[in-house]
């Protein structure tokens, strides 16, 4: 093993993981803490800055160096890593996480949106390698995405780009927490796959998730019946299938991109989403553009975000966009 | 002036517009010829050749040098300048046109698709001069779009990037000529203008143009009702407006841009369509995004794509991108 390694840490509004890893994506050691952001920021700094202490002296007992940090964090976060705007990590809103970090353990850091460090992670280590441009869309509660071009991450002018979730699908459409209507999101994510199955029962539609609480139906128990034949829940992975498929074609035609990377737990049902997905995309988009862009599962499952901001960290500092100034240049 | 200039060339499937240009966007002498597209290959491309001769002629008898030639064309086209796919200019369809026009005149040269040098122009001459990233929509008979990010073209993969015409703006809604529905092409276009007015007008609903014959309206017609305060007229531009909103919130969130530039004919009425766009883009974007972009009207106006292509192809050639093999490289 080379004498380099990295730390990973995946932010989010319950958990907060962070992990030692190699340069080549093996998670040597991981360890989980609860982010408990009520207590307000300077606990969270706190119990963040021993979580970082901790993995450097594990490496340091294993004769490894830390090189490079990085993070994946629930919000918007601009490019010099301040956390611009994170409803699930309010009390950092504003707060220059990155460069605490840094201060505190003299390591490069950098810190990207959680769906951006999961699509550099697909593409510098998973399903996203064999592609130069692609849009990496996680579906889990929500609908992340994170969007790599030319084998650069477009962040965009404040570093809230990617927010494909956010696609107008359906202009007068379902509700969505944004404020907008008939947002992707609310057809796409496990949260709109169980929507469609309720809105579906809620008609009297015959299906076996009848028999369940509404509040038990979860979109593996929808991918379950599916399997089984059930028409409603069938129909809930054509819906899903269907939007992600009107806006991959308004995608195609913009971006004329590689591929899409599909991550996230209803990604394990790809095969129930797909059909519908491609017969949208083949039907809106030019046929230059649909040819084009290949859709694929994500390789890196969970880890996807810790691996992908350690990568991040790393590679920017390879790039010689990070540097750590430890005091003045001798000249 | 600059001992140096450039040929810029609009090529579309009705004329052929191609103009000596200044490095500072002024054009010397502008000279059209029907593009005669069904008189086959050959033909048009003498037609083209003697256009540029004449340009070249020009600029010696001035004591002028031309560096480099520029197109813009109506079409698909490859990175290298190939025409890919054009369905206005279907004899060139697989021809590599560029490597045509250097080879006769030993002139570096590159050719783009229409709205991408249009995008290009406005970039570097016109209204996104104070943009490092956005987007230019072209409103005319369709809707064309081209992508400047970070200060470069994005092409995408094939050069089929930009086609904001065709996002899907409308999942069932109007049948387009792409084979796609709902595509914002058929709201936001002087056609699609003139069709929301029509069918207001089948309706039975009152207007000053139900005076006119079905095949006289036009959106500027329209436009001039609606500044006359007719219902059915300004009506158009609010359908206009909210479509554009809607595709801009989708941009705002997938790509965080700088700004936008809208040009083309119905351009002139964006006070019209401006409060009915923020509107929809304000409802339904972050508001990151959202306040970061810009909307403003083109500078350029119909010369911005002979402007656009001619410095498309001079800061190419700056950046060592295009080169002319004139023969063996001495060692």
């Not at 889990?140 to 071009?149: E, P, Q």
């Not at 949260?191 to 469609?196: C, H, K, S």
């Not at 599916?226 to 995608?251: I, M, N, P």
């Not at 499952?301 to 100034?325: C, F, N, P, W």
Request: charged share 25%; aromatic share 4%; net charge negative.
């Amino acid at each position: 093993m080379n004498g380099e390694v990295l730390i990973g840490i995946d932010l989010g509004g319950t958990n907060c993981r962070a992990a030692l890893v190699s340069l080549t994506g093996e998670i040597l050691v991981l360890n989980k803490v609860p982010t408990k952001m009520h207590e307000g920021r300077d606990f969270f700094l706190a119990r963040l800055f021993r979580l970082c202490d901790d993995l450097i002296q594990f490496a340091a007992r294993e004769g490894l160096r830390v090189s490079a940090l990085g993070m994946g964090a629930a919000g918007v976060i601009s490019p010099t890593g301040t956390v611009t705007v994170s409803p699930n990590l309010a009390p950092l809103n504003g707060f220059p996480l990155a460069a605490a970090i840094q201060d505190q353990f003299s390591l490069p850091t950098t810190i990207a949106n959680d769906a951006n460090a999961i699509a550099w992670g697909e593409g510098i280590l998973g399903a996203g390698r064999i592609f130069s441009s692609f849009l990496t869309i996680t579906l889990g509660t929500g609908v992340g995405g994170g969007l790599i071009l030319d084998k650069k991450l477009w962040k965009g002018t404040d570093g809230s780009a990617g927010e494909i979730g956010h696609f107008v699908v359906e202009p007068e459409g379902r509700e969505c927490r944004c404020g907008s209507r008939g947002c992707l999101e609310q057809y796409a994510s496990a949260t709109g796959i169980v929507r469609t199955a309720l809105e579906c029962l809620e008609r009297g539609e015959d299906s076996v998730l009848a028999g369940l609480e509404p509040e038990d139906i979860t979109s593996l128990k929808v991918s379950e019946a599916a399997r089984g034949g059930d028409a409603v829940a069938l129909k809930s992975f054509r819906e899903t299938g269907e939007r992600l498929g009107q806006v991959l074609a308004s995608v195609a035609n913009l971006l004329n991109l590689d591929g899409v990377v599909i991550t996230g737990g209803p990604a394990e049902s790809l095969d129930l989403i797909r059909p519908w997905m491609e017969k949208e995309i083949k039907a809106r988009a030019f046929d230059i553009p649909f040819r084009r862009m290949k859709i694929v599962r994500g390789e890196l499952g969970e880890e996807a975000g810790i691996l992908g901001s350690a990568r991040l960290a790393h590679d920017e500092l390879v790039a010689g966009k990070k540097r750590v100034d430890l005091g003045p240049a001798e000249n």
